[in-house]
Every structure is written in structure tokens, then in C-alpha cells.
């Protein structure tokens, strides 16, 4: 199999799936080194009770511990939406090399505060539909 970057959003997304399972807002983030999964996060705002609990900050984390470093600049984080600015000050400070967002978030993604993201490089577009979807079933069955 080969490991695409369609193939690690299949993972975040899977990771989302687990948030919504929880009736957690679904996002799900993934983090890659040398094309191996090192860490991942799914939405734990309301099971831990902690607004910190955002799939990308829970994905940083494991990630740091599992390579005993403050800083990830070797590593990609593919995130099924786009982070808020509190994940993006995040991604920045641990330097993380890559950032691959599924689907762009209109109101609150970081883009709509921030208009420098360098030193990160940043794409967008992989598996949109998917993530898109995924966000729209939560908050349909929310009304």
C-alpha cells in the first residue's frame, strides 16, 4: 500500500469518526514522521471537560512524547479542518515542517486571523468532501 497523503487523511479522518462517535465537534488529526503515524487526536473537548482538547493539540502531544522533543519540524500533521488559531500557535511553537487540512473552516480556522503561516508549509483540498460532510452530519443532527 502506498502511504499518500489520501492514505494519512483516511486516518485523521478515522480519528474524526471517533469524535463524532463520542458526540465530539469531528475533527481528527494525525501526525506523520518518515511516513509512519507517531501521533494522533481526536475532539476531547467535553469527555475531559478542557478546552484544549482539540484533535491537534492531543496529536502534538503524543507525538512529542513518542519522539522525546519539544519540536516536530521533521513531521507532517494532516487535520481533517482547519485548526483554530490556539492549534495553529501550537503547530507553529513545535515547528511542525507540514500542515495538510482537509476542508478550510470559514469562521474559525486560523486563516481568517492569521495571514502569515511561514515557516509552516500549508496545503489544503485532501479528502475536502469527506471532512466537509463529516462536519455537516454533526451539526444537522445538533439542530
Do not use: W
Not at 14 to 28: K, L, S, T
Not at 95 to 101: A, D, S, T
Amino acid at each position: 500500500m502506498e502511504l499518500t497523503p489520501e492514505y494519512f487523511m483516511k486516518q485523521a479522518l478515522r480519528q474524526a469518526e471517533q469524535a463524532f462517535a463520542e458526540d465530539e465537534v469531528p475533527i481528527g488529526a494525525v501526525i506523520v514522521a518518515n511516513n509512519q503515524i507517531i501521533g494522533k487526536g481526536y475532539n476531547q473537548v467535553e469527555k475531559l471537560n478542557d478546552p484544549t482538547a482539540h484533535a491537534e493539540m492531543l496529536a502534538i502531544t503524543a507525538s512529542s512524547s513518542y519522539l522525546s522533543s519539544k519540536y516536530l519540524n521533521e513531521c507532517e500533521l494532516y487535520v481533517t479542518i482547519e485548526p483554530c488559531v490556539m492549534c495553529y500557535g501550537a503547530i507553529k511553537n513545535a515547528r511542525i515542517g507540514k500542515l495538510i487540512i482537509g476542508c478550510l473552516e470559514p469562521k474559525h480556522g486560523f486563516s481568517n486571523f492569521v495571514q502569515d503561516s511561514d515557516k509552516i508549509d500549508v496545503s489544503h483540498g485532501v479528502l475536502k468532501e469527506e471532512s466537509k460532510i463529516l462536519m455537516q452530519t454533526f451539526f444537522e443532527r445538533k439542530r
